[in-house]
Protein backbone atom coordinates (compact mmCIF):
# COMPACT_ATOMS: atom_id res chain seq x y z
CA UNK A 1 0.00 0.00 0.00
CA UNK A 2 0.94 3.49 -0.93
CA UNK A 3 -0.15 6.30 1.78
CA UNK A 4 -0.08 9.75 0.85
CA UNK A 5 -1.40 13.18 2.17
CA UNK A 6 -3.95 14.76 0.14
CA UNK A 7 -1.35 17.27 -0.36
CA UNK A 8 1.35 15.74 -1.91
CA UNK A 9 -1.38 13.57 -3.80
CA UNK A 10 -2.50 16.98 -5.48
CA UNK A 11 0.63 18.07 -6.19
CA UNK A 12 1.61 15.43 -8.41
CA UNK A 13 -1.31 15.26 -10.23
CA UNK A 14 -0.86 19.27 -10.70
CA UNK A 15 2.47 18.54 -11.57
CA UNK A 16 0.89 16.44 -14.20
CA UNK A 17 -1.12 19.15 -15.77
CA UNK A 18 1.41 21.76 -15.46
CA UNK A 19 3.69 19.54 -18.11
CA UNK A 20 1.24 18.65 -20.32
CA UNK A 21 1.16 17.38 -23.02
CA UNK A 22 4.32 16.40 -21.63
CA UNK A 23 5.33 13.62 -19.13
CA UNK A 24 6.30 15.40 -15.67
CA UNK A 25 8.31 13.20 -13.46
CA UNK A 26 9.57 13.20 -9.56
CA UNK A 27 10.84 11.44 -6.51
CA UNK A 28 8.47 10.44 -3.48
CA UNK A 29 10.51 10.61 -0.05
CA UNK A 30 9.11 9.29 3.19
CA UNK A 31 9.12 6.02 4.90
CA UNK A 32 8.67 2.08 4.58
CA UNK A 33 7.66 -0.80 6.60
CA UNK A 34 8.00 -3.44 3.64
CA UNK A 35 4.81 -3.90 3.34
CA UNK A 36 3.37 0.17 3.25
CA UNK A 37 5.29 3.12 2.10
CA UNK A 38 4.61 6.26 3.48
CA UNK A 39 4.71 9.47 1.42
CA UNK A 40 5.29 12.55 3.62
CA UNK A 41 6.90 14.75 0.55
CA UNK A 42 6.89 14.93 -3.16
CA UNK A 43 9.95 15.99 -4.92
CA UNK A 44 9.32 17.42 -8.35
CA UNK A 45 11.97 16.76 -11.20
CA UNK A 46 12.92 17.83 -14.36
CA UNK A 47 12.33 15.56 -17.63
CA UNK A 48 15.78 15.17 -19.74
CA UNK A 49 13.67 13.46 -22.45
CA UNK A 50 13.22 16.68 -25.10
CA UNK A 51 13.69 14.47 -27.51
CA UNK A 52 10.10 12.96 -26.88
CA UNK A 53 8.87 14.34 -23.66
CA UNK A 54 5.38 14.01 -24.55
CA UNK A 55 5.40 9.84 -23.97
CA UNK A 56 8.72 9.53 -22.34
CA UNK A 57 10.51 10.53 -18.96
CA UNK A 58 14.14 10.04 -17.45
CA UNK A 59 15.63 12.21 -14.13
CA UNK A 60 19.35 13.23 -14.48
CA UNK A 61 21.07 11.16 -12.05
CA UNK A 62 22.75 14.15 -10.60
CA UNK A 63 19.74 14.90 -9.57
CA UNK A 64 18.35 11.71 -8.12
CA UNK A 65 22.10 12.18 -6.13
CA UNK A 66 20.82 15.54 -4.66
CA UNK A 67 17.49 14.34 -3.91
CA UNK A 68 19.21 11.43 -2.20
CA UNK A 69 21.03 13.25 -0.57
CA UNK A 70 18.09 15.67 0.92
CA UNK A 71 16.16 12.80 2.06
CA UNK A 72 19.47 11.48 3.93
CA UNK A 73 19.36 14.73 5.62
CA UNK A 74 16.18 14.94 6.35
CA UNK A 75 15.49 11.23 7.76
CA UNK A 76 13.53 9.75 4.82
CA UNK A 77 14.15 7.33 2.27
CA UNK A 78 13.15 7.45 -1.22
CA UNK A 79 10.14 5.49 -1.53
CA UNK A 80 8.98 5.67 -4.82
CA UNK A 81 8.49 8.03 -8.22
CA UNK A 82 5.82 9.14 -9.94
CA UNK A 83 4.85 10.39 -13.51
CA UNK A 84 2.27 11.19 -15.56
CA UNK A 85 1.10 9.93 -19.08
CA UNK A 86 -0.44 12.53 -21.27
CA UNK A 87 -3.73 11.34 -22.67
CA UNK A 88 -2.83 7.62 -21.95
CA UNK A 89 -4.21 5.63 -18.88
CA UNK A 90 -2.82 5.69 -16.18
CA UNK A 91 -1.29 2.24 -16.51
CA UNK A 92 2.50 1.35 -16.49
CA UNK A 93 3.47 0.55 -20.26
CA UNK A 94 6.53 -2.50 -21.18
CA UNK A 95 9.12 1.22 -21.37
CA UNK A 96 7.71 1.64 -17.34
CA UNK A 97 8.39 -1.58 -16.50
CA UNK A 98 11.48 -1.79 -18.49
CA UNK A 99 13.39 1.46 -17.07
CA UNK A 100 12.17 0.35 -13.80
CA UNK A 101 14.72 -0.61 -11.75
CA UNK A 102 14.39 0.72 -7.98
CA UNK A 103 12.42 -2.75 -6.70
CA UNK A 104 10.48 -2.46 -3.70
CA UNK A 105 9.47 1.26 -4.64
CA UNK A 106 6.37 2.31 -5.92
CA UNK A 107 5.76 3.49 -9.09
CA UNK A 108 2.71 6.20 -9.10
CA UNK A 109 1.34 7.43 -12.81
CA UNK A 110 -1.47 10.14 -13.33
CA UNK A 111 -3.38 10.07 -16.86
CA UNK A 112 -3.63 13.53 -17.76
CA UNK A 113 -6.36 13.66 -20.24
CA UNK A 114 -6.59 17.07 -22.62
CA UNK A 115 -4.41 18.61 -19.79
CA UNK A 116 -6.38 17.42 -17.31
CA UNK A 117 -5.38 15.15 -14.31
CA UNK A 118 -7.96 11.67 -14.23
CA UNK A 119 -6.85 8.40 -12.90
CA UNK A 120 -3.64 8.14 -10.27
CA UNK A 121 -2.20 4.62 -9.53
CA UNK A 122 0.51 3.14 -8.06
CA UNK A 123 1.96 0.20 -9.05
CA UNK A 124 5.03 -1.64 -6.58
CA UNK A 125 8.27 -3.00 -8.39
CA UNK A 126 8.48 -6.01 -7.18
CA UNK A 127 10.79 -9.31 -7.54
CA UNK A 128 14.18 -10.95 -6.07
CA UNK A 129 16.56 -9.85 -9.66
CA UNK A 130 16.02 -7.11 -12.37
CA UNK A 131 15.30 -9.91 -15.01
CA UNK A 132 12.24 -11.27 -13.00
CA UNK A 133 10.94 -7.76 -11.49
CA UNK A 134 7.15 -7.30 -12.13
CA UNK A 135 4.79 -4.84 -10.98
CA UNK A 136 1.86 -5.52 -8.92
CA UNK A 137 -1.43 -3.42 -8.69
CA UNK A 138 -0.89 -1.35 -5.26
CA UNK A 139 -3.77 0.11 -3.02
CA UNK A 140 -3.68 4.25 -2.90
CA UNK A 141 -4.26 5.43 0.74
CA UNK A 142 -4.95 9.35 0.28
CA UNK A 143 -5.27 11.13 4.03
CA UNK A 144 -6.58 14.24 4.40
CA UNK A 145 -3.65 15.61 6.18
CA UNK A 146 -0.37 15.24 6.15
CA UNK A 147 -0.02 14.80 10.11
CA UNK A 148 -2.64 12.37 9.63
CA UNK A 149 -0.37 9.97 8.44
CA UNK A 150 2.14 9.80 11.12
CA UNK A 151 -0.93 9.29 13.46
CA UNK A 152 -2.83 6.56 12.11
CA UNK A 153 -2.07 3.02 13.30
CA UNK A 154 -3.97 0.74 11.36
CA UNK A 155 -4.60 1.04 6.89
CA UNK B 1 35.16 6.53 1.77
CA UNK B 2 31.41 6.30 2.45
CA UNK B 3 28.97 4.24 -0.22
CA UNK B 4 25.85 5.41 -0.40
CA UNK B 5 23.10 2.54 -0.78
CA UNK B 6 20.14 2.94 -2.86
CA UNK B 7 16.94 1.73 -0.81
CA UNK B 8 16.24 -1.12 -3.16
CA UNK B 9 19.64 -2.49 -2.78
CA UNK B 10 20.07 -1.59 1.10
CA UNK B 11 18.77 -5.28 1.98
CA UNK B 12 21.56 -6.93 0.34
CA UNK B 13 23.89 -4.64 2.23
CA UNK B 14 22.55 -5.16 6.03
CA UNK B 15 20.04 -2.72 5.12
CA UNK B 16 22.33 0.12 5.54
CA UNK B 17 21.94 3.31 3.90
CA UNK B 18 25.67 4.21 3.65
CA UNK B 19 28.62 1.32 4.16
CA UNK B 20 32.05 3.07 4.88
CA UNK B 21 35.32 1.24 2.97
CA UNK B 22 38.76 1.85 2.97
CA UNK B 23 39.58 1.89 -0.64
CA UNK B 24 42.40 3.99 -2.82
CA UNK B 25 40.01 3.64 -6.19
CA UNK B 26 36.40 3.78 -7.45
CA UNK B 27 36.81 0.56 -8.55
CA UNK B 28 38.48 -0.76 -5.08
CA UNK B 29 35.52 0.52 -3.34
CA UNK B 30 33.06 -1.25 -5.53
CA UNK B 31 34.90 -4.78 -4.63
CA UNK B 32 35.46 -4.18 -0.97
CA UNK B 33 31.46 -3.40 -0.66
CA UNK B 34 30.96 -6.57 -2.84
CA UNK B 35 33.47 -8.74 -1.18
CA UNK B 36 31.33 -7.42 2.77
CA UNK B 37 28.15 -8.01 1.47
CA UNK B 38 28.42 -10.15 -1.55
CA UNK B 39 24.93 -10.25 -2.43
CA UNK B 40 25.26 -7.33 -3.85
CA UNK B 41 27.14 -8.56 -6.57
CA UNK B 42 24.16 -9.76 -8.91
CA UNK B 43 22.36 -6.59 -8.25
CA UNK B 44 24.99 -4.53 -9.79
CA UNK B 45 26.92 -6.52 -12.15
CA UNK B 46 25.99 -8.61 -15.38
CA UNK B 47 27.06 -12.25 -15.17
CA UNK B 48 30.02 -11.68 -17.24
CA UNK B 49 31.35 -8.91 -14.46
CA UNK B 50 29.85 -5.96 -16.19
CA UNK B 51 28.41 -3.22 -14.55
CA UNK B 52 24.47 -3.21 -15.18
CA UNK B 53 23.82 -0.23 -17.39
CA UNK B 54 21.15 1.49 -15.75
CA UNK B 55 23.63 1.85 -12.59
CA UNK B 56 24.95 5.26 -12.33
CA UNK B 57 27.98 5.75 -10.36
CA UNK B 58 28.75 9.06 -8.69
CA UNK B 59 31.95 10.33 -6.70
CA UNK B 60 30.57 13.16 -4.76
CA UNK B 61 28.37 14.85 -7.59
CA UNK B 62 30.93 13.95 -10.50
CA UNK B 63 29.43 11.17 -12.93
CA UNK B 64 32.01 7.91 -12.61
CA UNK B 65 31.72 7.95 -16.58
CA UNK B 66 32.93 10.92 -17.60
CA UNK B 67 36.11 10.88 -15.11
CA UNK B 68 38.96 10.62 -17.28
CA UNK B 69 39.91 7.86 -15.39
CA UNK B 70 36.30 6.29 -14.73
CA UNK B 71 36.54 3.54 -11.69
CA UNK B 72 40.38 4.17 -11.43
CA UNK B 73 39.81 7.23 -10.51
CA UNK B 74 41.59 8.08 -7.08
CA UNK B 75 39.79 8.30 -3.64
CA UNK B 76 39.96 10.06 -0.53
CA UNK B 77 38.72 9.35 2.58
CA UNK B 78 35.96 11.80 2.81
CA UNK B 79 35.05 11.20 -0.68
CA UNK B 80 31.28 10.22 -1.10
CA UNK B 81 30.57 7.09 -3.48
CA UNK B 82 26.43 6.89 -4.70
CA UNK B 83 25.13 4.47 -6.14
CA UNK B 84 22.15 5.27 -8.58
CA UNK B 85 19.51 2.83 -10.70
CA UNK B 86 18.50 5.32 -13.10
CA UNK B 87 14.78 6.82 -13.50
CA UNK B 88 12.97 6.59 -16.47
CA UNK B 89 9.66 5.18 -18.21
CA UNK B 90 6.99 6.66 -20.14
CA UNK B 91 3.85 5.85 -22.12
CA UNK B 92 3.81 3.62 -25.12
CA UNK B 93 2.32 4.53 -28.47
CA UNK B 94 -0.05 1.77 -28.68
CA UNK B 95 -2.13 2.68 -25.51
CA UNK B 96 -2.56 6.03 -26.84
CA UNK B 97 -5.61 7.40 -25.34
CA UNK B 98 -8.19 8.40 -28.27
CA UNK B 99 -11.29 8.55 -26.50
CA UNK B 100 -12.77 10.22 -23.54
CA UNK B 101 -12.17 8.87 -19.90
CA UNK B 102 -14.97 7.27 -20.28
CA UNK B 103 -14.23 4.69 -22.27
CA UNK B 104 -11.06 4.03 -21.74
CA UNK B 105 -11.34 1.23 -18.50
CA UNK B 106 -8.35 2.73 -16.93
CA UNK B 107 -7.28 0.98 -14.14
CA UNK B 108 -9.80 0.12 -11.42
CA UNK B 109 -7.35 -0.30 -8.19
CA UNK B 110 -7.39 3.23 -6.83
CA UNK B 111 -9.03 4.36 -4.12
CA UNK B 112 -7.82 7.86 -3.79
CA UNK B 113 -10.21 10.35 -3.47
CA UNK B 114 -11.62 12.28 -6.15
CA UNK B 115 -9.73 15.44 -7.22
CA UNK B 116 -12.48 18.02 -5.95
CA UNK B 117 -11.56 20.23 -9.16
CA UNK B 118 -13.27 17.98 -11.34
Partial sequence: MLRISQFEHDAIRRHGEETYPNECCGVLLGSSDGETRTVTNA????????????????????????????????????????????????????????????????????????GKANITNSFLLTGETEEGKRFEDEIVRVVAEAAAIANESTP | MKIFIPTPLRQYAGKQDAVDVHASTVGDALSKLTSTH??????????????????????????????????????????????????????????????PIIRWPDHPISVGVPDPRN
Avoid: M
Fill in chain 2, 38 to 99: PDLKRHLYTDDGKLRAFVNLYLNDEDVRYLSDKENTRVKENDHLSIIPSIAGGADHSELLLH
Fill in chain 1, 43 to 114: VRCGNTRSDSPHNRYHIAPQELVRVQRQAREAGLEIVGFYHSHPDHPARWSQTDLAEAHWIGCSYVITSIVR
